[in-house]
Every structure is written in C-alpha cells, then in structure tokens.
T-cell receptor, first 115, second 109 residues
Framework: GAVVSQHPSWVICKSGTSVKIECRSL??????MFWYRQFPKQSLMLMAT?????????EQGVEKDKFLINHASLTLSTLTVTSAHPEDSSFYIC???????????FGPGTRLTVT | QKEVEQNSGPLSVPEGAIASLNCTYS??????FFWYRQYSGKSPELIMF????GDKEDGRFTAQLNKASQYVSLLIRDSQPSDSATYLC?????????FGTGTRLQVFP
C-alpha cells in the first residue's frame, strides 16, 4: 500500500514554456500532498503544502505565481511550472500523507530540464 | 542551528557490519521522527518511523529515540552493498516534515 505516482518521470522543455507535473496517490486518499525540489547533491527543499480543496501554502522564498499548485481531489495534485527558465531545472518530488498519520510517501520524482 | 542535523559522511562500513547513523533535532516539540533512504537519482523511500523513546526494530533496522537528548539514530545490522545510499532523518513539525541534509552510507564488500 501507500503508492504515489508522478507523471511525467522526466521532461525537457524550452525556456519560457510551462510544464505540468501530476502527483497521484494510487491506493489511499491523501489529505495533504507536498511538493519538494532537489538540486544535485542537496537535500530536499519543501516548496509547498497542498490540501484538497484549499489553496496551497508556500514556503518562504517560493514564488506562488511561478509554481502553481492545484489539489483537485483526494488523490491528485498538480504542480505547474510557469514560464520555466534553465534555473528551474531540478528534480521535483511530490509526497502524500494519509489522514492524520505523519509519515509521507514519496512519488518517484520528475526530472525537469529547461533548455 | 539547523532544525535537523546529520553528518553528511560518507560513512564507510564493511559488508556484514553494523552501520550507525545519527541525527539531532532542535525543536523539543517534535514528536515523530522518520528515516528515509534515497538512492542516487531516486526519490526517498520510508524505512521507519518512531514516536516513543527507546528502540524500535524492523528486520535489520533499529531506530532509537532519546527525546531528552534530542537524538535519533538508525542502526543497520548485517550491512549489504545494496544499503549504500543517502539516509535522511526527518522530524515532524506542524503537519510537515523537516529533513536533515542526509548521511551518505557506503558499504564495501
């Protein structure tokens, strides 16, 4: 149990375009989903917390107009990187939390390359 | 001071030995602690979580929590080369996890 999927697993896009990443909890309802970014050889950086049906809570320094998060249902959250630039190239990982349990289950990640 | 601190390593141990990974945290209000394993280029996978003082064992893994000392550790018995990865410690704070920077473990044959 506790399987989280992400799509796509990797994407290459041109500078200035937008990219949407989907995160799905496959076998449980995720009350809360999280979006992280990880640069090479660095730790996870939490970008935002997403609750179903409400606006995402962004961490300090994360541009909410650039990283649009939608949590449409208890099994789906999306992250849209708008007007992507090469510095947005990174490994984006979502995770999901089930109910009031604090353990998070991670998706396999999406590697974004902006050229 | 970082909220969750780990030695970045690498920690090198021979195959079959016990690997001991340590983590300290600063927020005394944290109640739940987690260990994740992350292979290079992959996302983290949950190994164990611990809420109570003392030891918690699961197969070759033992998590230890000492709230008075604000210290969490993970022991891996009979270490295998396949255990070579980065181990992330995390504490819970207001419904989100705070991660340490991770300790890289190398198990050599």
């Amino acid at each position: 149990g506790a399987v989280v999927s992400q799509h796509p697993s990797w994407v290459i896009c041109k500078s200035g375009t937008s990219v949407k990443i989907e995160c799905r909890s496959l076998d449980f309802q995720a009350t809360t989903m999280f979006w992280y970014r990880q640069f090479p050889k660095q730790s996870l950086m939490l970008m935002a917390t997403s609750n179903e049906g409400s606006k995402a809570t962004y961490e300090q320094g994360v541009e909410k107009d650039k990283f649009l998060i939608n949590h449409a249902s208890l099994t789906l959250s999306t992250l849209t990187v708008t007007s992507a630039h090469p510095e947005d190239s990174s490994f984006y990982i979502c995770s999901a939390m089930q109910g009031r349990r604090y353990e998070q289950y991670f998706g396999p990640g999406t590697r974004l390359t902006v050229t | 001071q970082k909220e969750v601190e780990q030695n970045s390593g690498p920690l090198s141990v021979p195959e079959g030995a016990i690997a001991s990974l340590n983590c300290t945290y600063s927020d005394r209000g944290s109640q739940s602690f987690f260990w994740y394993r992350q292979y290079s280029g992959k996302s983290p996978e949950l190994i164990m979580f611990i809420y109570s003082n003392g030891d918690k064992e699961d197969g070759r893994f033992t998590a230890q929590l000492n709230k008075a000392s604000q210290y969490v550790s993970l022991l891996i018995r009979d270490s295998q080369p396949s255990d070579s990865a980065t181990y992330l410690c995390a504490s819970e704070r207001t419904d989100k996890l705070i991660f340490g920077t991770g300790t890289r473990l190398q198990v050599f044959p």
